[in-house]
């Protein structure tokens, strides 16, 4: 019993002294520094996402209101009034609706053809050992590399001879050069990583080559077909350079008919057709989020 209580006894103090040690002044202002970094980092992360969200839909929100403004002058912080006039104009205007009805006639075109010439060349880089291989996807890459001014002002002496100037086929084959990176490069991506023992395997079962393309390689290969297509389309349907260089002024798409309507038309209108010609990029790219965001475009710029 005396045992006991002096083992009692010898406890206590030591209890006490755990108690008294989880509580000091210096753990207590650890503790206080650990939230208050927790919280410095959360209120960081909220800055961030408020300024990506500024950062990217500010822009768009500036065009939604200018276009339904009125008029908004310096230093009001709102429009003078809201109107649907300056929609009704751009939905109006010959020259508008061809512009738009060229970039969704020529852009389908455009990347029709670049799949066709494109996709089996790709396949071809990705799954045969050639001489120069490397050189040629290195050189299809390097279109993107230098100022394509240069390159167009080039082809334009060439155009002139060849009386492609004005055409509808001198349009399609400078939309076809910006493509080609992306219609080459992510495609063959896509094939060198559809696994060789599939295939075997689907031959072994007895299905012909050209069954086993169809039925396994181009089907594991389509998600990055897929982002190579959609990234063709917005690059052949934003390009002005080459395109107001071979096709004006007999032929305006969307982004050479801005050049006008910056010059000649109130900002209203310019504003409705910035909308406008962002919608398809938009609806585009949030259709292919998943494939974009899942390392399909990443992987198309790593083919060894």
Known sequence: MATQEVATANVAPLATTEVLRTHTPQESFGGARERAARIGGRALVVLFAVFMILFILGPLLWLAVRAFATNWTYPNLFPDGWTLKWWGTVFSDEALGAAVQNSLVITPIVVLCSAVICLPAAYAFARHDFFARRTFLIGLFATNAFPKMGLFATLASMFFALNLMNTVLGIVIVQVLG??????????????????????????????????????????????????????????????????????????????????????????????????????????????????????????????
Do not use: C
């Open 179 to 304: 493509t080609i990176v992306f219609m080459t490069w992510i495609p063959a991506a896509a094939f060198s990583a559809v696994p060789r023992s599939l295939e075997e395997a689907a031959r072994d079962a007895g299905a012909g080559r050209i069954r086993v393309f169809f039925s396994v390689t181009l089907r594991m290969a389509l998600p990055g077909i897929l982002v190579a297509v959609i990234m063709s389309f917005l690059a052949a349907f934003d390009e002005a350079q080459g395109t107001y260089l071979v096709g004006a002024p007999d032929y305006f798409t969307m982004p050479t008919q801005m050049y006008s309507l910056v010059l000649n038309y109130p900002k209203q209108v310019a504003a409705v057709f910035s909308i406008l010609l962002s919608i398809p990029s938009v609806v585009l790219l949030l259709a292919a989020r998943k494939h974009i965001m899942g390392g399909q475009l990443a992987e198309g710029f790593q083919i060894r």
